[in-house]
């Protein structure tokens, strides 16, 4: 089992920046692959980012390439998504997701464990 508790969302204006982080426990992190994921109201849920368990590999959903940024820190068994730039359309709640296995994936059904989500709010 990993527990994932996500933080940093909040009320912004448009332009303006946020960091969330997402906290593990319980297994071993640095042996999980790690998503970002948001859903809008109304709106399935979207991939954001995905980072490999060491951390070399990075993927970006189209929408925000050039804008975020996924990181992590293994000693600290966090990721970290950096959002900058951000549009009202990036308005959300962000997840977290851990999934085993080497491969990226854009699918939410591919990531095994998730977080309660924290809200993003752009303001135009």
């Known amino acids: 089992q990993v527990q994932l508790v996500e933080s940093g969302g909040g009320l912004v204006q448009a332009g303006g920046s946020l960091r969330l982080s997402c906290a593990a426990s319980g297994r071993t992190f640095s042996g999980y692959r790690m998503g970002w994921f948001r859903q809008a109201p109304g709106k399935e849920r979207e991939f954001v980012a995905h980072?490999?368990?060491?951390?070399?590999?990075?993927y970006y959903a189209d929408s925000v390439k050039g804008r975020f940024t996924i990181s992590r820190d293994n000693a600290k068994n966090t990721v970290y998504l950096n959002m900058n730039s951000l549009k009202p359309e990036d308005t959300a709640v962000y997840y977290c997701?851990?999934?085993?296995?080497?491969?990226?994936?854009?699918?939410?059904?591919?990531?095994?464990?998730w977080g309660q989500g924290t809200q993003v709010t752009v303001s135009s």
């Open positions: 997701a851990a999934g085993r296995g080497p491969n990226y994936s854009g699918s939410a059904a591919d990531y095994d464990y």
């Open positions: 980072i490999s368990w060491s951390g070399l590999s990075t």
